[in-house]
DNA sequence: CTAAAAATGTAGTTATTGCTACAAAAACTT
DNA sequence: AAGTTTTTGTAGCAATAACTACATTTTTAG
């Protein structure tokens, strides 16, 4: 027990409890009173534990960053597919509740973000080249198309979400149209 | 000058004037002192031409809305055409600054609609469809293909401010793949 | 066991928020 | 001109925000 400090842990298990919050209510609903609370705790409590509320935020971000990895590991490890494969399975992972919080909590980052705000442009920038990559990897394509290829396949599905926010599965018809596109490649 | 109050005058006046900031700073930075500041008067003088501030805020995101429309009229108004091409167009259009501070005030919407706040549940609503009518008039496809398809070209052009918030042209490999896509139909 | 250090509770400060009470000025009506 | 209505300024309220001062308890170390 000398290298992890009873402080680290504490955070740790903190940042834990907060994670479903903000995926349930994303970055409105979450001053430090309303978190102490969630975490079963006082907001004295976490600016204790978190130099302030900034690095609060980060570490429970960059967790749920760290947990969808595992996640999309688990869902997805499988030799590449073609691509219209890999939309399909996408559009089924967004559809799932799970990741459907991901992605609107990735919304509001993205949001945060487009207003030049540094803290969200990193967090959101991070989640975005990590998704690139990993999609790249389940790609059978030739290597020079596996990035163009992963961003249009994951604009194309996550774009439900921007344009229908409320229920992302409206846009059923559009993916329909997309898997159908990719399947005559 | 019976049947227009002065207060509707002001009104426009203060909307119209308040359209600019709401482009640029999104919904953040939106207090009514801030707001009475941009318009150039009090924010005691907000509240007495505006029920509250979601009145206001109503206001001022219709008359973006409406804007907007007149703006695509303009750019757009010809003869259907295919689908590679009014994807072509909207990229463009996309990348401009008029349209590129709409889009990313749409994000903000569409995130604060995900999270289920009815006020911008509705806007967003209204602003999603209005959009795939417009792009579904412009579109050279079968009757029955014309909404799928517009969602999905708007789904992929959108879906690269989502990915990339900060410099959404970073998705220009993307759309040069789905275009590609599109031009083999 | 005692002293230092870590952990936590109580109570506040300062700033900002949407909104309001009240009164004075300006404009309009007759 | 007198009275009514519309418009505007001043000042403030009550709630909430992040964060802090200070005291106290609990844990750890020697």
Redesign the interface.
Known sequence: MAFVSKKATKRAAIVAKLAGHFLA??L?DTSLRRLADVAGTSDRMLLYYFENKDDLVVSVLTHIGDDLALVLEAKFADEPKPPAEVMRALWELVKSVALADQL?L???L??R????DPLY?VI??AM?EAW?KRLSALLDVPDA?K???A??I?????????????APER?E??????IE??D??
């Open positions: 209510s994303g409105e609107r990735w919304l509001d993205s949001s973000a487009s207003r030049q442009m959101s920038e975005g690139i198309e990035r163009a290829m961003i249009l994951m604009a194309t599905v996550d774009g439900q979400m921007f344009l229908f926010p409320t846009g018809i559009a993916i329909a149209k997309a596109l990719l005559r490649v």
